[in-house]
């Protein structure tokens, strides 16, 4: 819902529990008024009218309370927008006037030849409140040094507390806290891609728990180099300021009738604490940006950790039918299938089947999985070339370089030049191609490097080519999607190296982490779920002891229970296990199928954090709920407390699938559900139903 004053000049965003409100001043200045619980139009325009308070000559007024502070004039924060052109750097601007329609709300700024234009929508029946920016130019190069996406403002309180993703290969997503002091807290990715080392989402508290009090957080939908930074100012006030691009030695070069349009950066006030805000993050997503989340994720298995890239069709018919044996409903053949792609040394870039491996190409493996009942899915890496192959043989100009320097090569690999378009070109029609001839219901697309030489020749350091690179990558995810509107998409990079919302509108599901080691993916699954809803978290069953990370030893039991709280999928080696193995590992996929729902659209609810003792999650779906606990390691012989559980009723009985035991839902509510692990690394899976 939208609401305008009659000058127009304030505006009042509301959703189902919170408003954002907008005044621009008769200076043309704009200002942030509020963002929080619902207030109405009146309460708006009081705020308007206070009055800034009145700043000796060291501090501006206006700092703190600007909705896009742009740099020059009377400001000392980061600004959000710095253009330089051939005569002036900076921006003033003036108010334009505003358009509505379509759930979206457009402010518009003129500077001279450079319109701005603040894009505000809150998709309907959510808090979100999606904010971006465009940038239109009619007069000589501008050139954008930085353009964020947003600045949001928090309200005066004492004390904030931060709460960011961070990481690194195989152990992504990992959640801190810590209080937030004067100066500028910074986060981001100058490596082309989103990064292992943060994910784009903040959270800011005062004194929340995981289900009660107030919870800021904002999210950016970009898939490359960004920057999120949070500034304590000196007089206490937050705000956060985020967009694409990390550095501000420029972004790009807006030409003459040239416009650029910021990526989305999201914003969620909840009161609902740290659960309440990731649930409507959650539900924002499988609503708004992931696309079909209506349709649940099937269960697939994976070749990669059980044949690396030594593969041939006999061995992953071999596979394929033990996985079919299982319940497994999507096979998905990894690296190795391709031109000379025997190691990660050569063939990157020659996507098609080796004849060696593949003598009939994929069909026939297709066809046979498609026979056992299966979807049948690829691994590619399209973004990517090494230089022993014939693309690069063919066209050693197509990748970033920096002419007259060393190309980088990281995994033995180079990265292509998306922005140009006989690159793009090139891969729509390997892709395609590849999409037309074998019946491929699933693409997993990896990213397996990060940007270093980012050069083009005649030009060593274009800054486009880091925007236009996402924007290519976009733009072929699109045309992908478009004409083969049946097939899905994995986001993977390493792991969990290309996790946003802009990725996440383009694709199905993506691959968390390259660790699968189920304990370590507790810790890693919690930060997840901070934003990311389980419906798009893939998480694979592999051989015990963990052959990629660390070599620990857990049951089929726990490494199963730890992947049902994602899209479960296995990627063991299932010509080596055992007859009982399978037996077992058939079971937990049956159960798997059977709680799916709830997993994948269900309310999260995180019971107790992965901290060492028990932990669990609690999934709910109408008069049906889950609860997957995971005991990492009992201590002196002392019983697990038992798990209160969430939103459930209290004056109604639940009957508990596994034991056929009735709980009143007050007592699992207020003492609740006593789960009886033992032991080191112990799990199960409970499903209690209304009665
Ligand atoms: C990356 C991915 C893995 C696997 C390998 C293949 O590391 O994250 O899952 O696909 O590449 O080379």
């Not at 420029?250 to 006030?269: D, K, M």
């Not at 025997?342 to 066809?367: H, I, Q, V, Y």
């Not at 045309?479 to 899905?488: E, K, Q, T």
């Not at 990492?632 to 939103?647: D, I, K």
Request: a negative charge; proline letters at 5%; one cysteine or more.
């Amino acid at each position: 819902m939208l609401e305008i004053s009659e000058d127009g000049r304030t505006w009042v965003l509301s959703g189902p529990a919170s408003s954002y409100a907008v005044h621009v001043t008769d200076r043309d200045e704009l200002l942030h008024l509020h963002w929080g619980p619902r207030i109405g139009l009146a309460d708006a325009e009081a705020l308007a009218v206070r009055p800034l308070p009145d700043y000796w000559p060291f501090e501006s007024p206006l700092d703190g309370r600007e909705e896009y502070p742009v740099e020059g004039g009377p400001r000392f924060v980061r600004p959000a927008l710095s253009v330089r052109t051939a005569g002036r750097r900076g921006t003033e601007w003036r108010f334009e006037g505003h358009d509505a329609g379509d759930g979206e709300l457009r402010l518009r700024f003129r500077d001279g030849d450079l319109a701005v234009t603040l894009h505000y929508r809150m998709p309907s029946a959510t808090d979100v409140v999606e904010r971006w920016v465009t940038l239109d130019n009619r007069g000589p190069d501008a050139e954008l040094l930085r353009a964020d996406s947003a600045t949001w403002t928090l309200p005066d309180r004492d004390a904030w507390r931060l709460s960011q993703l961070h990481g690194r290969w195989g152990a992504e997503s990992r959640l801190t806290r810590s209080g937030l002091t004067h100066g500028e807290k910074v986060i981001g990715s100058r490596r082309g891609h989103t990064s292992h080392q943060h994910l784009p989402w903040v959270a800011l508290d005062t004194d929340a728990t995981e289900e009660r009090g107030e919870v800021y957080g904002c999210a950016l939908g970009w898939s490359g180099s960004w920057r999120i930074a949070v500034a304590q100012l000196p007089d206490e006030r937050v705000q956060i300021t985020g967009g694409a691009g990390y550095d501000e030695s420029g972004l790009l070069t807006l030409g003459t009738g040239e416009s650029y349009t910021t990526p989305v950066f999201a914003g969620l006030w909840s009161e609902g604490g740290f659960g309440g805000a990731s649930r409507a993050w959650h539900a924002y997503q499988r609503a708004h940006v992931i696309p079909d989340a209506g349709r649940d994720r099937p269960v697939l298995f994976n070749s990669w950790e059980a044949t690396e890239f030594d593969i041939s069709e006999e061995q992953q018919r071999a596979l394929a039918e033990r996985a079919a044996a299982m319940g497994v409903e999507l096979f998905v053949v990894d690296d190795g299938w391709f031109g000379a792609r025997t190691s990660d040394r050569a063939g990157l870039g020659d996507w098609t089947p080796n004849p060696d491996r593949f003598p009939g190409g994929l069909k026939p493996l297709a066809d046979h999985v498609h026979g056992l009942g299966m979807q049948f899915g690829i691994w590619v890496e399209p973004e990517m070339v090494n230089a022993d192959s014939d693309l690069y043989r063919a066209h050693p100009d197509w990748v970033q370089y920096q002419p007259g320097r060393k190309r980088t090569e990281f995994r033995n690999q180079l990265v292509l030049n998306l922005a140009r378009d006989d690159v793009r070109e090139y891969l729509w029609g390997q892709l395609h191609g590849l999409l037309a001839d074998a019946p491929v219901d699933y693409v997993k697309w990896d990213f397996n490097r990060c940007f270093t030489d980012a050069g083009w020749p005649d030009d060593p350091y274009p800054q486009r080519l880091w925007v236009d690179h996402v924007r290519g990558l976009y733009a072929l995810l699109d045309r992908l999607r478009a004409a083969h509107p049946g097939v899905a998409f994995e986001s993977c990079s390493g792991g969990g190296g290309r996790i946003d919302l802009g990725v996440l509108s383009r694709t199905d599901q993506v691959w968390t982490s390259d660790n699968t080691d189920p304990l370590d993916r507790l810790a890693i699954q919690h930060g997840f779920s901070q934003i990311h809803p389980a419906r798009v978290m893939a998480a694979w069953v592999t051989d015990s002891p963990n052959v990629m990370l660390n070599q620990r030893a857990s049951s089929l039991r726990f490494r199963f229970v730890s992947a049902m709280a994602g899209v479960l999928g296995v990627g063991g080696d299932l010509t080596r296990w055992t007859g009982e193995e399978l037996a077992e590992a058939r079971e937990w996929v049956e159960l798997y199928k059977e709680i799916r729902p709830m997993v994948q659209r269900g309310d999260q609810y995180r019971l107790r954090p992965p901290q060492g003792g028990l932990s669990a999650v609690q999934y709910v779906l109408g008069d049906e709920t889950v609860v997957l606990a995971w005991l990492q390691a009992q201590r002196y012989g002392e019983p697990v407390p038992a798990l209160r559980l969430c939103a459930l009723d209290p004056a109604a009985s639940y009957e508990c699938l596994e034991t056929g035991e009735i709980h009143r839902g007050a007592v699992l509510l207020h003492h609740g559900l006593r789960v009886g692990l033992r032991g080191d690394l112990d799990a199960t899976v409970v499903r209690l139903k209304r009665k």
